[in-house]
């Protein structure tokens, strides 16, 4: 009995160091997570397999697992920058963005887990500043907005493409102008419009005019052929085949040929 407690208490450490052990070495990956593998003893940062997934593992107690958010994440910026005739434009952008799954491990080891501050943000505020100095802050409130949305896309991608990080979407959500821009810019636009919808009634009434025109024209030209082909002898014959046509109906009527002006029948009807 007097044995029992020298024997008990190494039992007693010996599971209390494993149980610190499988503390240290049991470890779960989250959904859209996936997990960077650190060798203390083995060349540190894992970066010749792929990184460890979601769900349950066991590793070495002695080395470190460094998780990431691998699903699409958003990033909002705001951002101060200057039209292409110098004046200060605020631009408010949403990214998509998320990190290169097979690449994870050079991205730890090379940009750590600050990489969108280090790498991404940097990134889009150059390629703003660089698409938004090419335009005017008229071509910034009014077409150019989907244009500028492309560009700094565009731009921004090739900055971070070879940075382990993919670029999803960039999305332009408010363009801000000084005020009294904005105001000169409006009453422009409002003046261009009413101009072109002078303009249009304009040009409606012109071609209004213009079938007016044309239909009489037409009508002229129409009854001055009819007065050019209607000859005497025409208007006679004519005139006795009315005549004729008059002579077949019911009522009462003496007919005397060639008695009407131009020798046309003569018709006398009790009536």
Do not use: C
Not at 64 to 75: F, H, K, L, M, T
Not at 143 to 163: G, L, M, N, P
């Amino acid at each position: 009995m007097d044995k029992l407690p020298k024997i008990a208490l190494p039992f007693i450490f010996g599971v209390i160091v494993l149980v610190i052990l499988l503390s240290k070495s049991a470890i779960t990956i989250g959904s859209g997570e996936a997990g960077v593998l650190y060798k203390t003893f083995g060349g540190g940062v894992v970066t010749d397999q792929p990184p460890l997934g979601e769900g349950f593992h066991i590793i070495a107690p002695w080395n470190n697992v460094y998780v990431y958010e691998v699903r699409q994440q958003e990033v909002f910026e705001k951002m101060k920058v200057l039209s292409s005739n110098g004046l200060d434009i605020q631009l408010d952008a949403s990214t998509w963005f998320q990190p290169k799954y097979e690449h994870l491990g050079k991205l730890h080891q090379e940009k750590s887990e600050q990489y969108k501050e280090r790498i991404l943000l940097p990134a889009i505020r150059s390629a703003a500043r660089s698409v938004v100095g090419r335009y005017t802050p008229e071509q910034l409130y009014s077409s150019k907005r989907d244009a500028i949305q492309v560009e700094i896309y565009e731009e921004t991608k090739k900055i971070v493409d070879d940075q382990y990080i993919q670029l999803n979407e960039v999305l332009i959500r408010d363009v801000t102008l000084p005020p009294t821009i904005k105001e000169a810019i409006e009453r422009k636009l409002k003046q261009e419009q009413e101009s072109l919808e002078y303009e249009f009634r304009l040009v409606t009434a012109a071609k209004e005019a213009e079938k007016v025109t044309i239909e009489a024209q037409g009508k002229a030209d129409a009854n001055r052929i009819l007065s050019a082909s209607l000859t005497d002898k025409i208007l006679q014959d004519k005139g006795i085949d009315a005549t004729l046509k008059l002579s077949e109906s019911p009522n009462s009527k003496v007919i005397v040929v060639g008695g009407g002006d131009a020798g046309l029948p003569l018709i006398l009807g009790n009536n």
